[in-house]
């Protein structure tokens, strides 16, 4: 079946050791999103890729970046993990962008773990 | 600050009873969409409207559209046990195509 696939699942780091989280998916979408969640909250987007094009939100810290090296996968990097960034990070997919609109499909999430 | 903001923030119902949530927004948006969350899971998209769209139905879903008011109402008829999930409104803003902001969600409970 086509899928948004994250591993891993769960992710226990030190505080400051970097740590990467990827997203893998098979429905051919053109967007990719990365979301973090934290408990008992809304998704919050950290950035996404339309096909190559990367667009950062206003608010995500330098600490986080994200690379998409092909269609399929893209990378959630974390340089310097702080306490505060122990959360749920959602990837998620989307066709495209237009008047039509497209729902997004999520992955299961990866829980990181902060130590 | 969100977009969508939701209410009540928790809903506990008995199975066969309906439950009904709220979204409100604060802009101008191109789609609402709801989408359904189990416990430590991603979230699973439910139903899409867009703004010139004022009700749909999908199953035992129906949700409402009143952009006057800038409001959605998500309603879920004859709930069952396996409803049981955190329920999450998202908006996308007419100057932010292909992004979406999500609301703090509802965490519904139904119970056999």
């Known amino acids: 079946d086509a899928m948004v696939i994250q591993n891993p699942r769960y992710q226990v780091t030190q505080f400051g050791k970097p740590v990467t989280l990827s997203c893998s998916q098979t429905?051919?979408?053109?967007?990719m999103y990365w979301y973090q969640q934290k408990s008992s909250q809304a998704p919050k987007l950290l950035f996404h890729?339309?096909?190559?094009?990367?667009?950062n939100e206003a608010d995500t810290p330098d600490n986080f970046q994200s690379r998409r090296p092909n269609t399929s996968f893209c990378f959630l990097d974390i340089r310097s993990p702080g306490l505060g960034d122990a959360a749920m990070y959602l990837c998620a997919t989307s066709r495209d962008y237009s008047a039509s609109a497209y729902e997004q499909y999520f992955g299961p999430g990866t829980r990181l773990t902060v130590t | 600050s969100q977009q969508g903001e939701e209410d009540p923030q928790a809903l506990s119902i008995q199975e066969g009873e309906n439950a009904t949530m709220n979204c409100s927004y604060k802009?101008?948006?191109?789609?609402l969409q709801w989408y359904r969350q189990n416990s430590g899971r991603g979230l699973v998209h439910l139903i899409l409207?867009?703004?010139?769209?004022r009700e749909k139905h999908s199953g035992r879903l129906r949700v409402t559209l009143d952009t006057s008011k800038k409001s959605s109402s998500l309603l879920i008829t004859a709930s069952r046990a396996a409803d049981t999930a955190s329920y999450f409104c998202a908006t996308e803003s007419t100057d932010s195509w292909g992004k979406f902001q999500f609301g703090a969600g509802t965490q519904v409970v139904v119970t056999p």
């Open positions: 802009t101008s948006i191109n789609n």
């Open positions: 409207i867009r703004s010139n769209e």
């Open positions: 429905l051919n979408h053109n967007v």
């Open positions: 890729y339309y096909d190559k094009d990367f667009n």
